[in-house]
């Protein structure tokens, strides 16, 4: 079936570092790739997605690109920031006949030190 | 913009009562998702609804029952209340078409 697998957190790193946070799937078909963030004591937030390989989702500093050849949609953040502390949360849309719904990674949880 | 729209924000109940949450979908959303999100835990689906038909069905328990109603608003029952079901249950709305779930601020329910 369809999974999603996270590297695991907690991520520690100091202010203005570099960011990646690994995600790879398995799925059948051409799945919708997510990631979301869910800021401490807070609901889920859509941070980006890509609906088709090679199609590149960015917002706010961050980026992933579907990788089809190797079924992954790493994040990346060229400088975190202390605000940027939450966990996030990797999936993919697995669609079987008219039933839609989202796969999830376990999340990684990401800590900024200022 | 108009978000989801969840209540109560937080609950608080004893073993074997009932509670009921609410969720109101994004305006011209007709998809709506439900997730329970257990301390730590990636969100677990439930149950969703498309026009006021199930349209699929996760790990719901037989305890709980959902609905969803002319105005799109979809309501979570549930009954026999368990220490397990302490959790956070988030409600996700999307337009049929379109495959992006917008998420609301949850219910936090704490069963004492």
């Known amino acids: 079936g369809n999974s999603v697998t996270q590297m695991e957190g907690p991520v520690t790193l100091s202010e203005e570092a570099f960011l990646t946070i690994n995600c790879t799937y398995t799925a059948t078909g051409y799945p919708s790739l997510f990631w979301y963030v869910q800021y401490p004591g807070e609901g889920l937030q859509l941070l980006l997605k890509a609906t088709k390989a090679d199609d590149k989702g960015s917002n706010k500093g961050f980026e992933a690109t579907y990788r089809k050849e190797t079924t992954s949609f790493h994040l990346e953040k060229g400088s975190v920031q202390v605000s940027d502390s939450a966990v996030y949360f990797c999936a993919l849309n697995s669609q079987a006949g008219n039933n839609r719904k989202l796969i999830w990674g376990l999340g990684t949880s990401l800590a900024v030190n200022p | ?112």
């Open chain 2, 1 to 112: 913009a108009a978000g989801v729209i969840q209540s109560p924000r937080h609950l608080i109940k004893e073993k074997r009562e009932t509670a009921t949450l609410k969720c109101y979908p994004i305006p011209r959303h007709d998809t709506v998702y439900w997730y329970q999100q257990g301390p730590g835990q990636d969100p677990q689906f439930l149950i969703s609804f498309y026009e006021k038909m199930q349209s699929d069905k996760g790990s719901i328990p037989d305890r709980f029952s959902a609905q969803q109603f002319s105005d799109y608003h979809s309501e979570l029952n549930m009954s026999s209340l368990e220490l397990g079901d302490s959790a956070l249950y988030f409600c996700a709305s999307s337009l049929e078409g379109w495959e992006t779930q917008y998420f609301g601020p949850g219910t936090r329910l704490l069963v004492l």
